[in-house]
Structures are given as C-alpha cells and as structure tokens.
T-cell receptor, first 112, second 113 residues
C-alpha cells in the first residue's frame, strides 16, 4: 500500500491564482480530511469527508473547496490564492470506526 | 467547538532526562486523546492515544495520563534519546460529534546529547 499520497510537494502561486492539491489513499478509508499547519498553531481542519459524495467544513474552510467523487480521492481547491494561505497542507485519512489518522507527506504552498 | 491548549511550545532536555508536555481541552464531551510526533520535514505519526475511560497508558518509554475532571492530559517521555527530538502534537475529539480531531499548537522537543 502507498498509504496517503499528496501532490505536489511544493508549489508557488501568485495572488489570485487558483490550483488544486491532490490527495489519494489506497486503504479504502471512508474518512478523509485536509489540515493546514502554521507555526505555533498546530494543525487546523479545513474540510473533511465521511464518504463519497459527502463533505463538510472544518475550522478554517474559507477560501477552499473540496469534493469527494470517489472513496480514494479528496482534492482541495484554492479558488483565488491569498498570501494568508501560505502554509503546509496535509491530507489525512482513517477508517470510519477507527480514530487513528494516517497523514500524507504534505504540500508546502507559498503565495506571493 | 473544542479548543486544545498545549504547553510548553519548546522544550530542551538533556539526553536521559524526562520530558513532559501538557494539554488542556475545553469540551467535556471529548473522549479520545491522541499524541502525534512529527520529525523535521516529515508527516505527523500517531505515537500513543488514550480514551476517556482510562487514566493512564504506557508504551515503553512514553506514557500518557488523563484527568477528565480537570480536562487535561499529559505526555511523558522517560530516558530521552536524540531520536525523540521532534514536534509533538496533542489532540482531542468527541466520538459523538464525528471524531473530528482538534490539535494543540505543538511542542518542539530538543534532546541534547
């Protein structure tokens, strides 16, 4: 199993550009989520999904969209990038009845 | 929603000494408390967790304690080694509210040889 795979690893955007961060898992996990990591603020939940076709907002959803068309994939879209979205983004997944989260390797995003 | 506070933000210890990280949470309904370790440039990984029906749990050199009344839990690392140097995150979740994890701000631990 590859586990949770995120692409790209690094990305630089200009303010106003849009992009999609990709996340895929091959563990048949029902639950998938996106976190952003900023210094001193830990990991903050952006959006999550409990299964295909179901998504919900987390703690900091503004400026981000998600969709879950398949069990395996959970892309995160930045519609109009802002410098405040400079961060490290982690995708994570788990079984619905198991709290242990498996994280991807992260995407370091810089918005200039 | 849940709020998790973590202290200290940085911790420097001598190799062989113990390290203690403390967290408090706000939602009395939270019932699951994991700890994640993140080495430099790597992804967070679960190292130990505890549920609200247990007061203490040990796994070799690490242990976690939970005080539900005071709403705080702690991570204890004994006989620290250089490979324990990392950022540690505590978290809390409420199973009845979808098990969404809320993380603390993290503690950067440096073990000096």
């Amino acid at each position: 199993n590859a586990g949770v795979t995120q692409t790209p690893k690094f990305q630089v955007l200009k303010t106003g550009q849009s992009m999609t961060l990709q996340c895929a898992q091959d563990m048949n996990h029902e639950y998938m989520s996106w976190y952003r990591q900023d210094p001193g603020m830990g990991l903050r939940l952006i959006h999550y999904s409990v299964g295909a076709g179901i998504t919900d907002q987390g703690e900091v959803p503004n400026g981000y969209n998600v969709s879950r068309s398949t069990t395996e994939d959970f892309p995160l879209r930045l519609l109009s990038a802002a410098p405040s979205q400079t961060s490290v983004y982690f995708c994570a997944s788990r079984r619905q009845n198991n709290e242990k989260l498996f994280f991807g390797s992260g995407t370091q995003l810089s918005v200039l | 929603g849940e709020n998790v506070e973590q202290h200290p933000s940085t911790l420097s210890v001598q190799e062989g000494d113990s390290a203690v990280i403390k967290c408090t949470y706000s939602d009395s309904a939270s019932n699951y408390f994991p700890w994640y370790k993140q080495e430099l440039g790597k992804r967070p990984q679960l190292i130990i967790d505890i549920r609200s029906n247990v007061g203490e749990k040990k796994d070799q050199r690490i242990a976690v304690t939970l005080n539900k009344t005071a709403k705080h839990f702690s991570l204890h690392i004994t006989e620290t080694q250089p490979e324990d140097s990392a950022v540690y995150f505590c978290a809390a979740s409420n199973g009845a509210a979808g098990n969404k994890l809320t993380f603390g701000g993290g503690t950067r631990v440096l073990v000096k040889p």
